[in-house]
């Protein structure tokens, strides 16, 4: 079986200028969240969906930042315009449907590196 | 404000030592605890978890320690070997809510 899939593994852009990372779950997870990790730092909420629907956005920096989820399938995370201190690794991760977090896990991507310069 | 607080930041290890990373919590609403492991360029995968009923669990070389009172838990890693070298998140979250909140991350080495 497939795991979380994310694309692109790296992306550089200068300021100002727009990226849209992509993420594909596990088939059949309900639940998609994105994390960031700032150099050295802990790894952040940013947003969960349960399906198609936005559950909890309360991690989102700005709204520089654009979360969505076609059809509660693929998710895209799209940042414009792009600042340095959006520089980070943006995780993806699922979790399975009815299964409460808090006694399951997170799946997680590989993770997309942004570089902004 | 940093609700879980690791350390130490890096960590070299002889093999066959003993590994210990340490978290310290805030809010007592918190009641899963997991640790996930990194190795460089993959994701943070699950490998292992406790809840705040029990004081200590075990898996193979890996021990969660838990202090309710202290609001502290810890990771130790027995017999620690090469292949453990990686990046070792903690993490806490309420049943009630949805979202884990990480500690900065633990890079440990261990020289064969």
């Known amino acids: 079986e497939a795991g979380v899939t994310q694309f692109p593994s790296h992306s550089v852009i200068e300021k100002g200028q727009t990226v849209t990372l992509r993420c594909d779950p596990i088939?059949?997870?309900?639940?998609l969240y994105w994390y960031r990790r700032v150099m050295g730092k802990e790894i952040k909420f940013l947003l969960h969906?349960?399906?198609?629907?936005?559950?909890?956005e309360s991690g989102m920096p700005n709204n520089r930042f654009l979360a969505e989820r076609t059809g509660g399938t693929y998710s895209t995370l799209k940042v414009q315009p792009a600042e340095l201190e959006d520089s980070g690794v943006y995780f993806c991760?699922?979790?399975?449907?009815?299964?409460?977090?808090?006694?399951?896990?997170?799946?997680f991507g590989e993770g997309s590196r942004l570089t902004v310069l | 404000q940093q609700q879980v607080k690791q350390s130490p930041q890096s960590l070299i290890v002889q093999k066959g030592g003993i590994s210990i990373i340490n978290c310290a919590y805030e809010?007592?609403?918190?009641?899963?605890f997991p640790w996930y492991q990194q190795f460089p360029g993959k994701g943070p995968a699950l490998l292992i978890a406790?809840?705040?009923?029990?004081s200590e669990k075990k898996e193979g070389r890996f021990t969660i320690s838990f202090n309710k009172s202290a609001k502290q838990f810890s990771l130790h890693i027995m017999d620690s070997q090469p292949g453990d070298s990686a990046t070792y998140f903690c993490?806490?979250?309420?049943?009630?809510?949805?979202?884990?909140?990480f500690g900065a991350g633990t890079i440990l080495r261990v020289k064969s």
């Open positions: 969906f349960v399906k198609e629907s936005k559950q909890d």
């Open positions: 406790i809840r705040p009923d029990v």
């Open positions: 088939s059949g997870h309900d639940n």
């Open positions: 991760a699922s979790s399975p449907p009815g299964l409460a977090l808090g006694t399951g896990e997170l799946f």
């Open positions: 993490a806490a979250m309420s049943s009630y809510g949805n979202k884990l909140v």
């Open positions: 809010n007592t609403a918190f009641d899963y």
